[in-house]
């Protein structure tokens, strides 16, 4: 009988240290799984309407990258200038993205400005916008919160990056009704996807934690295409 007991006794222990392994498994396996969901914390939100939307890459391309920059932000001329040549060598320029620069303006009436100035070219000479991009982005001053953003600076970079610019037109488009239009239209978007960080980097609508982890952007983009084949 007493040796029966103990017999229950150890079956009881055995059992409830069981127990309370697989509870521990259960409990790290969940929070794994929420940590995962965290780091990859791609909302999932609707492709973009890209039209009237400065778009580089093919037109029919399966994966559609969207980038919310900020000519006033200085992790976006970093992001524009150490992730961005890599990105568009490796997806934009074989046909598996199209590229759209959205404009986001949290650095108040300079950004507002430089907005207009993208939009203007964009305007006027809508393959140009690119180079003109790269190069006002160039002009970011280190102690970037002083102010650099000025109408006289956008049309040097705007001559400096459109073929036989229109000077006269240029300075019209960025006064007018239609450029400012265009940049409520991005604020709109940056609105309707509640962007809150610049860069933010969005790939088919999930948008990315960290936009200079280019191996995760890789991989989202390398997941994308695999859906779509
Ligand atoms: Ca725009």
């Not at 006794?9 to 059992?15: P, Q, R, S, T, Y």
């Not at 993205?97 to 100035?117: D, I, M, R």
């Amino acid at each position: 009988m007493a040796e029966h007991k103990k017999g229950n006794m150890k079956f009881i222990v055995l059992l409830t240290v069981f127990v309370i392994g697989l509870l521990t498994v259960l409990v790290v396996f969940n929070n794994k799984e929420k940590q995962e969901e965290v780091s990859e914390s791609t909302s999932e939100n609707e492709a973009i309407s890209t039209e009237n939307q400065p778009t580089l890459g093919d037109a029919d391309a399966p994966v559609q990258i969207v980038e919310f920059g900020d000519y006033k932000c200085p992790s976006c001329k970093a992001w524009s200038e150490q992730v961005y040549p890599q990105l568009k060598k490796d997806f934009i320029d074989t046909g598996d993205a199209q590229f759209t620069y959205v404009n986001v303006l949290f650095h108040g009436e300079e950004s507002f400005l430089a907005a207009k100035g993208g939009e203007a070219v964009y305007q006027l000479a809508p393959e140009s916008f690119w180079e003109f991009s790269k190069n006002l982005y160039a002009n970011q001053p280190e102690s970037h919160d002083e102010q650099w953003v000025t109408e006289e600076l956008l049309l040097e970079v705007a001559k400096e990056s459109v073929e036989g610019l229109d000077e006269e037109k240029f300075k019209e488009n960025l006064s007018s009704d239609a450029v400012e239009e265009a940049v409520n239209v991005d604020n709109g978007l940056v609105e309707q996807y509640d962007i809150q960080l610049t860069p933010t980097v969005m790939i088919n609508g999930r948008i990315l934690e960290n936009p200079f982890d280019y191996e995760k952007i890789k991989s989202v983009i390398e997941e994308e295409l695999e859906d779509r084949q």
